[in-house]
């Protein structure tokens, strides 16, 4: 029997059923759900660490290395969103001291110098306002001066629109002793993206965006050892191995016992050792990204990046014939993925956002962080990379231009 009497009824929200509206989420993430993704949310619960589970781990496994574009052993889930993979990356790497160098032109590049500063690396960002990118003249000059331990740059910055070239950065970062680690959060499977080509050390992503998966789980890989293939009779070297040689030789304990890879990839079977428990990994959310990983080897990743490009391109004219200015001048910088609109002037941004939902039940979004007041974002990601979706949303953009107040200039 219960000792003392309940303080606290049952909620009377809880004794509803559950309403879920039906939007069209066209903002830079999450994306909806494809039918088959949906199904697989509903599949039944089975043991994290039975060999069933295993084989699913190593089909993600499979599947992670074919969008990366890496044969890194090394290569596997983490249990929580972009956020926690960044986090893996530079709890793992970066000890106290380090020297880390930062590409910050949005707000990912600003959330890598916090997680540095709290890992107690001697940071230095190289910032950029919204809408700037690097080249490799200005990278070799941090290098040259900081000699960092390990580079961040952004490949798609969704706070901005802007898309990041890698191809140099590898090389170039190699030369000076320097690993190379790239958010590809907003980019993955909508642009291409080469991590064993492009001498990438560290690459991580989220299920959430153009793979069209639950938010919640992550992708990361590390670089293992030099690969050569043969090209025009000449042998080319892609990559120098040292992202895993940097953990497995550090000093001192990551300080996260829970984002530690040299655990991770026991648990997700990269080190041929007995897989050892961990945590409890989410079992339906991994069933789900394994479906977003088939689908997208079924279409073809060259497939998928011809389909975000077309309908961007497609979405970037319907916007300047409405009067639209795109935020991002260069059409070779913008993101496929998610396109920055200059926020048109006298308008509030927020009238904009809220019409569009009210009215279309189709969701955009403002800027983020340092494009905060600056731009409209509008992603489309995924199975959402559609004309038929680009036209959905221009229209509600017409509307909402016609009937949001304007300030009084």
């Not at 997680?115 to 940071?123: D, H, N, P, S, Y």
């Not at 190289?126 to 990278?139: A, F, I, N, R």
């Not at 140099?168 to 991590?195: I, N, Q, W």
């Amino acid at each position: 029997m219960a000792s003392h009497k309940l303080l606290v009824t049952p909620p009377k929200a809880l004794l509803k059923p559950l309403s879920i509206p039906n939007q069209l989420l066209l903002g830079p993430g999450p994306s909806n759900l494809p039918p088959r993704i949906m199904a697989a949310g509903g599949l039944q619960m089975i043991g994290s660490m039975s060999k069933d589970m295993y084989q699913i781990m190593d089909e993600i496994k499979e599947g992670i290395q074919y969008v990366f574009q890496t044969r890194n052993p090394l290569t596997l889930v983490i249990s929580g969103s972009g956020h926690c993979a960044l986090e893996a990356a530079l709890v793992n790497v970066l000890e106290p001291g380090d020297s880390f160098l930062v590409g910050a032109n949005g707000i990912w590049g600003q959330r890598a110098v916090d997680i540095g500063e709290r890992i107690g690396a001697r940071v230095h960002p190289m910032t950029k306002d919204p809408g700037g990118h690097y080249t490799l003249q200005e990278v070799e000059e941090g290098l040259a001066q900081h000699k960092p331990v390990l580079l961040f740059l952004t490949h798609g910055e969704s706070s901005t629109g802007v898309l990041q070239p890698l191809d140099g950065f590898g090389e170039l970062c190699h030369r000076y002793k320097c690993l190379l680690l790239v958010d590809s959060v907003a980019s993955l499977g909508g642009t291409p993206l080469y991590m064993d080509r492009q001498g990438i050390d560290i690459l991580y992503s989220g299920s959430q965006k153009a793979l069209n998966a639950p938010p919640g789980t992550s992708l990361i890989s590390f670089s293992d050892k030099a690969k050569t293939e043969r090209t025009s009779g000449r042998s080319q070297e892609f990559g120098v191995g040292r992202g895993r040689k940097k953990m497995y030789s550090r000093k001192t304990k990551p300080f996260s016992f829970y984002l530690d890879i040299k655990w991770l990839a026991n648990f997700w079977g990269c080190d041929d050792q007995p897989r050892m428990y961990h945590h409890t990994i989410p079992v339906i959310s991994l069933y789900s990204l394994r479906e977003s990983l088939a689908l997208i080897a079924e279409q073809g990743l060259e497939n998928s990046w011809r389909q975000h490009r077309e309908a961007a391109a497609y979405l970037h004219g319907r916007l300047q014939a409405l009067g639209l200015q795109l935020f991002v001048k260069d059409p070779a910088l913008r993101l496929p993925t998610v396109t920055t609109v200059a926020v048109p002037a006298g308008y509030d941004w927020r009238d904009i956002v809220s019409y569009v939902i009210d009215h279309f039940d189709i969701e955009i979004m403002g800027g983020l962080g340092p494009s905060t007041g600056k731009v409209l974002r509008i992603g489309l990601l995924g199975c959402n990379a559609t004309r038929e979706n680009v036209d959905r949303v221009t229209e509600a953009l017409r509307a909402a231009l016609q009937h949001c107040p304007k300030k009084k200039l």
